[in-house]
Each structure stands twice: as C-alpha cells, then as structure tokens.
C-alpha cells in the first residue's frame, strides 16, 4: 500500500496549496448529469452450480472402482459417505465449510468420510432440503438423480443412531428412484433396498440445482499454482491436491473471499471442482471456453479416438482451449486439463461459452457510394461503435492521399454526437509492390507512420483502419513491424488502430495476400482484427457463395486460436455476384448490391432459392436477350447474416464490420438488433503508475470489477465528493470496494503500461452532484476542450486540476489564469475545485 499512500499525501498536499480565486459564470449550462443507479456485481453465493448429469455421470464410472485422487476408507469403516461427496464434488459443489462451516470433517482430498458429517453439511452449507421417513412409507415425489439418501437407525431405537450408510440417487423419481453407493458396492438398485431392515429410517435430501450468473476466465501469473480442496491454506486445505502452471488458463464459476481477506477461485480440476488463490492469477478473455454437454467425455492425449485416455470430464465443467483441429468428422480441443497441456477432447460434444456481453457493430462507407452509405448510416446511427468511411490512399514515399470528401467534418460531428467512433480506412488499392516499398526502408515507414498519426489527431479521428490488401507473403514480419510501430504512436495518444485482415484458416496459406497476415502477433498490437470472411469465390473464380457457413465457421474457428475474442471482428458480406462462362474454365461476374441483386431477379423472372448447406440465398438464369448465357447468382441477404450472426454469439467474437453499408437488405438491421446485445466499447491506455480516468459508458463495475479487468492493475481510488475523501480498493482485498459511477474520475495503478477495454451503452444524459471543496468528474464527450472552457462552464468553479502519469503528479489550471490550460480528453478524469455546491 506504499503507493496509495504516497498518492493520498500528495492530492492532500495538492487540494491546500490550490490557491481561491473569485471568478465564475453564474448563467453556465449545466454539462454533467444525473448518477445512474448501478448492478450489483457476481455475488460469492453457494450452490452456484449443481449439475445433476455429472454426477449421475460420475456415480456410473466409479461405483465399482476407486478413484485414485480421493481417499479410501473401504477398510476403515466404509466408503459410503466419501463416495457421495465425490459424486457432489462432481457435480459443482464443494464441503469445504465441513460439517460446522470451518471445515471440521473435510479430509485431505476434500470429502467427507462419515454419514452424520455429510447430514450437517448438506443442511447447513448446502442448503438441502431435508426430509425422513421411518419405518415404513414412500419416497418424497421430488427425489431425483443427484439428490443424496442417508440411512440410520430409527429414533425409538435404545442408541439410535440416524445416519450411517450414504448413496446417491441416479435413475428415476420420487418411488420408483433407484440408487448406486460403495460399500457395499450398488448399481442402480431401488432406493427402498434396505428399508425398513437393516435401516429403519430413510433420510431424504433435495440439493438445489443453482446458476451461474457468470464465468471468470483467468491465467496463472506464477511458475505455479497449488490446487487446494478448500478456499485456503489451513487445515483441512493445506495439503495441496495438484497444481496448475504458468500461462495455463482455467474458468472459475464462483469465487470466495475467506476469512483473511483473499480471494479464491472455485473451478474444475480434472474430474472434480477444487480451488486457486485468485493472487495468482490475471483474469482474461481469450481462447476458447466451453462446456462440456454430455454425460462424461474422454480426455485423450491427442486428437482422436485413437489416442490414449488420461482422464474423463463431465457434464457442465468448464474449461479453456488453446487449440482446435478437425480429425476426419470430428473436431477436437487441445485444452488445459489436470494442470497439463497436453489433453484433447472431441469439441462436439461441448458448447462454447459466451458472455453475452455488448458487441461492437462497425461498417465501411465507400466514398463512391457515399450518399447510399451515408443514408443508411443515418437511419441505424443507435445501432453502430465504429464506422470508417474510405477516405484514404497510401503512397509509395509514405505520404497519403485523399479520396472524395475525406475529412468531412460535418460527417465525423454526426458520428461523435451520436457516440460512434470514427476509424477512416486507408487503402493500397491492392498494390502490394507499394506497400512493400513503404515496409522495406525504416525511414519510409517512419514517415508513413507518422502521417498517419498526425492526420487522426489533426481531424479528431478516433483512430485509424488500415486495409493493405494482396501483400507479399514475404513482407510478413515487417508488416507486423509497422503494426507494432503504429500501435505504439496512436496509443500514446489513446487513439485506435484496427486492421482489415485477408481470411485464413490454417497456418499452411502462405500464399501472397493472407500469407502476410500474422493474426497472433497483429493481435497483440491491433485493437481490433477486422476479418475479410468475404470472397470465398470472387470475381474471375468459378460460381460459389459469397461466404458460406463452414468457410466462415472454419475461419473463425483458426482467429480465436490465435487472438483474444473480444478483438475479433467478423467482416460480413452486404453484397452478391452474378457469374457467367467465358471459356471452358474461366468465368467473370458483377458485383450487385441487394437491391440490384433484387432487380435482376425480377427482370429475368428468376426465383430465390435457398442453399441449406451454404446457407446462402442463390438463384440462375438464362440470358435470351444479352449474352445468350446460363448465369448463376449467389449473394447475402437477412437470412444469411443470421447465421453469421449466430456465429459472432457462438465463438463469443468482438463484433461485426459490413461491407458496405449502403449495399445492404433492409432487413439486415433488424436482425442485429434482435441476434446481438449491440453496445459501445472503449478502449484507453494506461501509463505505468497512477492514472486518473473515467468510464464514458454506461455500465455495471465495481472497484473489483473494474481491476480485474485490467492486466496488471492493483489498485482503484476514488474521491468521494461528499465526504472529500479519498478511498483505495486494493485488488483481492474485499474491503472498500465501491460501486464506480459515470462522470466520476478513478484513480487506477498499474504496475506496467496496460489499458482498458469495456463495453456497455450509451450515456444519454449525465449529471454529477458537485460539492464544496474538490470534486471528481470525469469528461465522456468526443469533442475535446481546454480547461479553461470546462471551469467556464461549471458554476463556482475557481480550478481545474489533472493527473500527468508521466510526471506523477498534478497539473493546476487556476479559472481565468493563462496557465496550465490543459486539454480536457474523453475518457480522462479531472478534479474541479467548486466554492459552492452545484452540478
């Protein structure tokens, strides 16, 4: 906590040396609003997941056996109890509270080896509803595959005792379940088997089944990582149960803060749920999540059935793959499993998981289509993050080239009220001898680099789209040189690039064009990986979808492998070819816009046929009056989009880009508004140390939240304004973790340069409550203003003051003084200094 407080010294040093000043505009418009009421984060709560086929599952693979990673106490009074907290284990829940909610009865593997143990914790900690018979009677209509039955010696007995034999129910309900347990070893036999004798009384438990209100991907940070069975170190926990290594990356569906203040995560371990310090670990977005969808899946050591099995994974348990191929019909996921990397299952019996969280809708406008463009820009303006008009061209020397109507201010103003980024497109036109003299002399690309940077600050630019299509296979790593060059320039000044990338699907294109697109390394400088999944068949090749199903899916597929999701946007299709033979095996075509594609069909009375395995609309005709022809037209429509849409959802992608808008069916737009959780990102980069920010976005973050989500954050601050008092949450802690507010300024410590990357909606309105003495806020507006103009602007106000990151400390603009006039940015926070109370 050194830092924090060396942070808190200097704004106390700060907020008594700013000096009073008596000017202020008492007829100023009010420019921040009202607070907005925030979520509640993911709770800790138990019984987050109760997966009833996992269990059955389980029970079905173990009843004759015993499992190695568990103990064995088939010699040592029974097996009864720990064979049904092992089922329980695999199913999602954990008995780590043991029997008096500290643990007390958990053995070294995390079960429990007695009746009376297991009764206590599934009452008290489970949450179990509980219900007996004795003697005679039936089986309580809610019994049901999963549920847990305890028998005992009946209460009128002389030394009753009313729990000693454990199984777990794992076929039928309520009078007609049936049963499997250890010692004696069962197997679906009535759950009435030994009632009334030996048993006199039958002890009925109904687990809850429980949700997951959301899953938390993380990486290991440290060399490695012990696996504990409880939410600790101490006893019972403290024996770990394996461990998991650097870089290996798990999903926790629940996490705890124990009795020292330490987070925990709850998440699956080879065949069972167990538990990490959450200290050591960064949480992430990236590769593959999935959930395993069937009873019990095979984890081999390579992908194929004929690879050995190492382990088995059950119904719901998640997991993070790094790796997917295609064997014959069947796909498979190279995963992390039991803390090795080399584990496969088949993929096609899982189902990815998705966040469900706000995508990022981004199109083109070319600037020979503009009115069209624009039009349909307009009319869907809610709908849109991005859009990149095509307003650019590169040069050989570096320098660049302006399209028609390039720099439109009126156009970037439009997009800016309405809270859409603009990212202008700089093309090559497809000349890959250009760009390759613009990538093999350093100075050249020096100079092209900074162009392109003083020409997105120069026009308020969000940043920049840069379309270098058709490149030399062998100008790959020096195009991803200029990228990381790029990136580093605009990021400095918190400016965007993405990048329009040529679709691949497998490491073995090379070939000229997408040969040059290195995905995984432009991915880790790119802010977004803009996929050209269009042109499957173009305009010279024989007939074919514009971009059918599997062609996409297979690309796909190849990008989540090599970048994180939420920087992956798919390039969608808005248009349609018309191909005809010109020769034995060549062919030519048109390329049509949907309304034209909708005109040709009525003009030649042709008729819209659907393509079930492309899933694609296409249609042929004859030409009597022209060419004398059979022509074949495939093209993109609403029906199509939705698959591809389907997809964006499925793999959990970052968003879609059209191309181009203007060219589109109507219907498209309906469809994205129904298929996706359309909403807004930002993205801002952080300084190492202290950085003062704000979230321009309407969203649902708490302290904790909100560090998790940044790499290498440990600290969030906050100034409450009515208190004027300044608050630090530290990472992992749970104490002081508040609820983060829009047009608030946060202080954020990272311990190496990181950024910010969030979803969420608009903000309509925004108002802050501004009080005597400092106050934090935060400027959410694409148009930039100096300080002097924001002190203007707020009644009383008599300074401005900002965090410099590099200086490590505050810059003080005094109302009405000539100095310090600083630039007042999106997404950066401030402290306004008011001397009476206001808004």
Known sequence: MKKAVSFLVVLLLVIMLIPSANSFNSSAPQIFSSSLEQKQPLSSTPNVLYDRTAVVAYADKFWDIYNPSYNNYSDSGGDCANFVSQCMIAGGLSLWQGYNGNGAGVDSKGAMPFCDYLHQNLVNYQSATWDYIEWSGTAPSWLSPGDVIIYGDASNETSPDYWRHAVVVVEGYGNNAKISGHT?????????????????????????????????????????????????VQSPYDTPIGQIKLDQQYIAYEYVVNATGKKWWHFWFDNRSAWCSADYTATINENIKFKVDTANLNVRTGPGTGYQIVSNIFSGQTFTAFELLTNGTLDWYHFWCQGRNDTWCCANYTTPITDNMPRSIAGWIPYWSWNSGISTFTNNIELFDEISP?????????????????????????????????????????????????????????????NIVNLVVANNYDGIDIDYEGLYASDKNNFTLFISNLAEELHSKNRLLSICVQAKWSDSITWDGPGAMDYENLSKHADKLRIMAYDEHWSTSEPGPIASYSWTENIVKYAITKS?????????????????????????????????????????????????????????YYDHLGDGKDHYVYYEDNQSLSYKLDLVVKYDLGGICAWSLGNEDQNNFDIMRSKLAVGKSFIFYLSQGWNLITLPLETSYTAEALALNITNCTHIGCWNNSLQKFIIHEKGTGTDNFNLQPGIGYHVYVSTKSKINITGTALKTLSVDLYKGWNSIGWRNFTNIDAESLAQNITNCTAIAYWDSTLGRFIIHPAGAEVSNFAVERGSGYFVYVEEEGY
């Not at 009435?192 to 938390?216: K, M, Q, V």
């Not at 012990?226 to 600790?232: M, Q, S, T, Y």
């Not at 439109?408 to 859409?420: E, G, I, P, S, W």
């Open 184 to 232: 004696t070893n069962r197997y679906h036999v009535a759950w009435n088997y030994a009632f009334p004798s030996p048993f006199h009384r039958t002890n009925f438990y109904r687990l809850p089944n429980g949700t997951i209100s959301e899953y938390t991907q993380f990486k290991v940070t440290a060399s490695a990582l012990n696996v504990r069975v409880g939410p600790g």
């Open 390 to 450: 095509f307003w650019y061209k590169a040069n050989a020397d570096g320098s660049l080239n302006s399209y028609s109507g390039a720099g439109n201010q009126t156009f970037v103003k439009l997009a800016h009220d309405n809270d859409v980024k603009v990212l202008p497109l700089i093309s090559n036109e497809y000349n890959k001898t250009l760009v390759n003299q613009i990538l093999s002399n350093l100075s050249i690309m020096n100079n092209h680099i900074s």
């Open 564 to 620: 994180s999701k939420d920087k992956i946007v798919l390039g969608v299709p808005f248009y349609g070819r018309d191909w005809w033979q010109t020769g034995s095996d060549t062919w030519d075509s048109d390329a049509y816009t949907y309304t034209g594609i909708s005109g040709l069909m009525t003009s030649e009375g042709a008729t819209r046929e659907w393509n079930e395995t492309a899933k694609v609309p296409q249609f042929t």
